[in-house]
């Protein structure tokens, strides 16, 4: 209950900053990505969903955000969500589900981009949901990253932080993910503050001369 009453006050906050108080250009960016969430359903594409198709689509994804070719992106996030979805009602369960994530997790990065917080916690969640329905370590490792980034842009450092390093920790311990390393889950760089410049004249770890 308290998840659902939770996801419902993000939506409506949501909503409200992209209808009612984002600039013009904003609102049409995001539409997409705001009807999906929602309307929990993306537009057909008239694609085929297999392997291939649906790999083509993240990638595709991934270098529109990469261009900075964000327009193009939110209108197509929907769709390929949906044919990402509609591998998984074939059977092809674990892949379906990496790039669903891997796609929300695109729309999260996006939404951050557009300094739209409240929509990024939203789109954060679903590629949390997503890749907990079976995707591998590493897709959920990244996913709560981007949870983790969502509550740090709300101003909740210590959840931020908790959650990015609880979900380090767990890809640590998993030794069925491929290419466990240190530095793959860099929560500390995203939640721990910048340093403190010292004030002139002072050095840290210093004492002055006589």
Same mark, same amino acid.
């Given at each position: 209950m308290r998840r659902r009453n939770l996801l419902a006050g993000l939506a409506t906050t949501a909503a409200t900053t992209v209808l009612g108080t984002a600039p013009a250009s904003a609102r049409t960016t995001l539409s997409g990505p705001e009807d999906l969430l929602l309307h929990r359903h993306g537009s057909a594409s008239g694609v085929e969903p297999t392997p291939h198709s649906v790999a083509a689509a993240l990638a595709a994804s991934r270098r529109e955000f990469?261009?900075?070719?964000? !327009?193009?992106? %939110?209108?197509?996030?929907? =769709?390929r969500i949906a044919l990402a979805q509609a591998l998984g009602r074939q059977g092809a369960a674990e892949q379906s589900a990496t790039t669903v994530a891997e796609l929300?997790?695109?729309?999260?990065?996006?939404?951050?981009?557009?300094?739209?917080?409240?929509?990024?916690?939203?789109?954060?969640?679903r590629a949390l949901t997503a890749a907990l329905s079976g995707a591998g370590a590493l897709t959920i490792a990244e996913a709560h990253r981007m949870v983790s980034s969502?509550?740090?842009?709300?101003?909740?450092?210590?959840?931020?932080?908790?959650?990015a390093v609880t979900a380090a920790q767990q890809l640590a311990? !998993?030794?069925? %993910?491929?290419?466990?390393? =240190?530095?793959?889950?860099?929560?500390?760089?995203?939640?721990?503050?910048?340093p403190r410049t010292p004030p002139p004249g002072k050095e840290t770890g210093t004492r002055p001369r006589n």
């Open positions: 990469g261009a900075c070719r964000y !327009d193009a992106l %939110a209108r197509a996030l929907p =769709a929300y997790n695109t729309a999260t990065r996006l939404c951050i981009k557009l300094g739209e917080d409240g929509l990024a916690a939203v789109t954060a969640d969502a509550w740090r842009r709300q101003g909740h450092y210590v959840r931020a932080t908790d959650v311990a !998993d030794r069925t %993910a491929p290419h466990r390393r =240190a530095n793959a889950f860099p929560s500390r760089e995203i939640c721990t503050p910048p």
